[in-house]
């Protein structure tokens, strides 16, 4: 009698079926996290301009672009992240040119021969300027690039 419950016990154990995992559920997060992944995702970069620098307001429909970037603020102008000269510099400089910003413009413009694709891409160039530079300045610097041979120039504001 003994082996026959042992016997009904283990047939009983032996007929349980085996832990299965729902490959639904999984499916449908990865689904999920995808969606989300390719949505969020930016072809585009986003430029940001220094703490000191405070861009104008503007309703913008086109994406920027990346570009050589041009920063100007109360204090000093930078090109690609780098000093170049300070605002003094720029507004004591004779004629429509700054020779300062022009110089290292076709630095970098000569440098970069060969490695874009599209050669209208090598030549444009995004002015983040402070929203309290006068245009006099602007124009002056906007000269200073289309001297150097950048032939397109964007200037960044902010998108609302």
Request: proline content about 4%; overall charge neutral.
């Amino acid at each position: 009698m003994k082996n026959s419950r042992r016997m009904r016990r283990l047939a009983r154990l032996g007929n349980r079926p085996e832990a299965s995992l729902s490959l639904t559920s999984l499916m449908d997060i990865f689904t999920i996290l995808l969606l989300y992944l390719l949505v969020n995702q930016s072809d585009n970069p986003v430029v940001d301009p220094p703490k000191d620098i405070k861009l104008p307001n503007s309703i913008v429909d086109t994406k920027p672009r990346e570009t050589v970037v041009v920063a100007v603020s109360n204090t000093e102008v930078l090109v690609k992240g780098e000093h170049v000269a300070t605002m003094q510099e720029v507004l004591e400089s004779d004629g429509r040119i700054v020779e300062a910003i022009r110089n290292k413009m076709v630095t970098i413009r000569e440098s970069s021969i060969g490695l874009d694709e599209d050669v209208d891409d090598s030549t444009e160039v995004t002015i983040l300027a402070d929203q309290t530079v006068h245009y006099s300045t602007m124009k002056r610097i906007m000269s200073s690039c289309t001297a150097a041979g950048y032939n397109r120039i964007s200037l960044a504001v902010n998108q609302k």
